[in-house]
């Protein structure tokens, strides 16, 4: 049997094989995961956000490629009415037709159904369904995010050690989680290349203390890439001992530069045929955003030892629970 505070390489228990302690420990989790999600939503809500509902199926969604750090077994299809439709790996395309047809800025918790490959499973940090917090913004640039999301994170933590207090004693992380100090230090990817070589999304959470941006990661076709320099203007969020929580960028808009993207990286273009015809009609907008995985947030501010013990019904990669 797993051990209830799970780590790489052990499944986390489902809720009816927990001990009394191992129930108590659950609940505690839940009420500062309540907390984030409370503060969250209040915060972008009082920012001006619209708050939008999630899309479960859809005949687009994001094709995962040629995103490196992509590790997908299968894709979930369906029919729906005679018509394919597959589970939503995330609503990126969604949001840039959101945010330029009707929405200017906007936020949604939106369910994630990834397919990870099984040996993920050993890592902690991987699950096959899980909830982002996305939005994005018209107009917008990674200066606009960067500020945003630092004030979420600072605020959040302050926030989280004044109203559950006794939930992060309990869990032993009161006197370990800080506040971090904005503004987070920037490192190109070619920086860290040359640092760490190729393994340096492992190598970078073990040698920083405070959150930090990574900017500059060749990615798919929907992240704008700069055609005079080569670089891509992306930014991922890592944070210390763990990893990636937040993936975002500013988008591309132009239909000849998508369309050119999606045919250089293989991508079926009919999985997109509303998004180009919206792109040809010159009915995109400019703009840019992120999803944050809400449960590697939680995780972090908690300490778990593996992103199961977050999640009331674990979610983890090879392991098919009954619930």
Same mark, same amino acid.
């Given at each position: 049997m797993a051990k209830e505070a799970a780590g790489a390489g052990t499944t986390p228990k489902p809720l009816h094989e927990l001990s009394r302690r191992g129930l108590a420990r659950k609940l505690?989790?839940? =009420?500062?995961?309540?907390?984030?999600?409370?503060?969250?939503?209040n915060t972008l809500v009082g920012k001006g956000f619209d708050w939008l509902l999630p899309v479960v199926f859809s005949k687009s969604t994001d094709p995962l490629w040629p995103d490196p750090g992509a590790s997908i077994e299968k894709r979930i299809e369906t029919e729906v009415y005679g018509e394919s439709v597959r589970a939503t790996q995330s609503m990126i395309i969604h949001k840039l037709v959101a945010c330029s047809t009707a929405f200017g800025k906007f936020f949604v918790l939106s369910p994630n159904v990834r397919i990870e490959k099984r040996e993920r499973g050993a890592t902690g940090w991987h699950s096959y369904e899980f909830t982002q917090l996305d939005?994005?913004?018209?107009?917008?640039?990674?200066?606009?995010? =960067?500020?945003?999301?630092?004030?979420?994170?600072?605020?959040?933590?302050?926030?989280? =050690?004044?109203e559950r207090r006794e939930e992060l004693t309990s869990l032993g992380r009161y006197g370990r989680l800080t506040a971090p100090k904005a503004p987070f230090r920037t490192f190109d990817t070619a920086t860290l290349r040359a640092r760490y070589g190729e393994a340096w999304e492992a190598a970078l959470p073990k040698s920083i203390s405070e959150p930090v941006w990574v900017t500059n990661i060749p990615r798919e076709f929907y992240d704008f890439e700069d055609p005079s320099t080569g670089k891509w203007d992306n930014y991922d969020l890592f944070v210390p001992s763990y990893g990636e929580i937040l993936s975002g960028a500013r988008r591309e808009w132009e239909y000849e530069r998508i369309r050119a993207k999606m045919e250089r990286d293989g991508v079926r273009k009919e999985n997109y045929a509303l998004l180009l015809k919206l792109a040809k009609e010159g009915r995109l907008r400019p703009s840019a955003g992120a999803g944050m995985g809400v449960e590697r947030l939680v995780s972090w501010i908690v300490g778990a030892k593996h992103i199961g013990e977050v999640q009331p019904f674990p979610k983890v990669p090879g392991?098919?629970?009954?619930?």
């Amino acid at each position: 049997m797993a051990k209830e505070a799970a780590g790489a390489g052990t499944t986390p228990k489902p809720l009816h094989e927990l001990s009394r302690r191992g129930l108590a420990r659950k609940l505690q989790v839940g =009420k500062v995961s309540t907390g984030t999600l409370r503060y969250l939503s209040n915060t972008l809500v009082g920012k001006g956000f619209d708050w939008l509902l999630p899309v479960v199926f859809s005949k687009s969604t994001d094709p995962l490629w040629p995103d490196p750090g992509a590790s997908i077994e299968k894709r979930i299809e369906t029919e729906v009415y005679g018509e394919s439709v597959r589970a939503t790996q995330s609503m990126i395309i969604h949001k840039l037709v959101a945010c330029s047809t009707a929405f200017g800025k906007f936020f949604v918790l939106s369910p994630n159904v990834r397919i990870e490959k099984r040996e993920r499973g050993a890592t902690g940090w991987h699950s096959y369904e899980f909830t982002q917090l996305d939005f994005e913004v018209r107009d917008g640039r990674f200066e606009h995010i =960067k500020s945003l999301v630092e004030e979420l994170i600072v605020g959040l933590i302050g926030e989280l =050690k004044s109203e559950r207090r006794e939930e992060l004693t309990s869990l032993g992380r009161y006197g370990r989680l800080t506040a971090p100090k904005a503004p987070f230090r920037t490192f190109d990817t070619a920086t860290l290349r040359a640092r760490y070589g190729e393994a340096w999304e492992a190598a970078l959470p073990k040698s920083i203390s405070e959150p930090v941006w990574v900017t500059n990661i060749p990615r798919e076709f929907y992240d704008f890439e700069d055609p005079s320099t080569g670089k891509w203007d992306n930014y991922d969020l890592f944070v210390p001992s763990y990893g990636e929580i937040l993936s975002g960028a500013r988008r591309e808009w132009e239909y000849e530069r998508i369309r050119a993207k999606m045919e250089r990286d293989g991508v079926r273009k009919e999985n997109y045929a509303l998004l180009l015809k919206l792109a040809k009609e010159g009915r995109l907008r400019p703009s840019a955003g992120a999803g944050m995985g809400v449960e590697r947030l939680v995780s972090w501010i908690v300490g778990a030892k593996h992103i199961g013990e977050v999640q009331p019904f674990p979610k983890v990669p090879g392991t098919v629970y009954d619930l």
